[in-house]
T-cell receptor, first 112, second 116 residues
Framework: QQPVQSPQAVILREGEDAVINCSSSKALYSVHWYRQKHGEAPVFLMILLKGGEQKGHEKISASFNEKKQQSSLYLTASQLSYSGTYFCGTEELGGGADGLTFGKGTHLIIQP | GAVVSQHPSRVICKSGTSVKIECRSLDFQATTMFWYRQFPKQSLMLMATSNEGSKATYEQGVEKDKFLINHASLTLSTLTVTSAHPEDSSFYIC????????????FGPGTRLTVL
């Protein structure tokens, strides 16, 4: 089942913060976050496996709620290079070694 | 480490011809490789899961006779689009999972297919 991402799009000025949400109606085994720039393949940002987990590097972090049905990606003090489309990819509990089901994406535009 | 390559990066072909796309894990062995398709301004959609030495598992709605997948080794999977038609024009992306790291998927750079 495809996860729901929100918002669909967001426009920020450089230095502002953004939060992108990814929700599923079913409990998840994992959530993967990717950023894709136009014409390029997705670039891996991070993976979350444990309920209540928070992780991140530099100014990009993410959380996974206790019920493992919702994840949020936090972009702090955004830079121009953060522009792109952000996708969450999910694996459902009991899904086996399947590929990821991606949300529809969130378009992020950072303006100077 | 964990680099995945695809070849070709871009291909244009005539309707009715077949096109083969290669996906290689360059510096690691992949237990599983996945093939995704992405139409313009849309999300990635999983087409099939490929395990070395066994038949690929196709997602619902993906024709296995049209999209032939061969996973010949732990570092190579190929996708052949047979009798391609304009509606098959898309961005095809593969990903691979390392033997040592079950969870993370590493994506190739993608292949843009245009069928005239």
């Amino acid at each position: 089942q495809q996860p729901v991402q929100s918002p669909q799009a967001v426009i920020l000025r450089e230095g502002e913060d953004a939060v992108i949400n990814c929700s599923s109606s079913k409990a998840l085994y994992s959530v993967h976050w990717y950023r894709q720039k136009h014409g390029e393949a997705p670039v891996f940002l991070m993976i979350l496996l444990k309920g209540g987990e928070q992780k991140g590097h530099e100014k990009i972090s993410a959380s996974f709620n206790e019920k493992k049905q919702q994840s949020s990606l936090y972009l702090t003090a955004s830079q121009l290079s953060y522009s792109g489309t952000y996708f969450c990819g999910t694996e459902e509990l009991g899904g086996g070694a399947d590929g990821l089901t991606f949300g529809k994406g969130t378009h992020l535009i950072i303006q100077p | 480490g964990a680099v995945v390559s695809q070849h070709p990066s871009r291909v244009i072909c005539k309707s009715g011809t077949s096109v083969k796309i290669e996906c290689r894990s360059l510096d690691f062995q992949a237990t599983t490789m996945f093939w995704y398709r992405q139409f313009p301004k849309q999300s990635l959609m999983l087409m099939a899961t490929s395990n070395e030495g066994s038949k690929a598992t196709y997602e619902q709605g993906v024709e296995k006779d049209k999209f032939l997948i061969n996973h010949a080794s732990l570092t190579l999977s190929t996708l052949t689009v047979t009798s391609a038609h304009p509606e098959d024009s898309s961005f095809y992306i593969c990903s691979a999972r390392r033997l040592a790291d079950y969870n993370e998927q590493f994506f190739g750079p993608g292949t843009r297919l245009t069928v005239l």
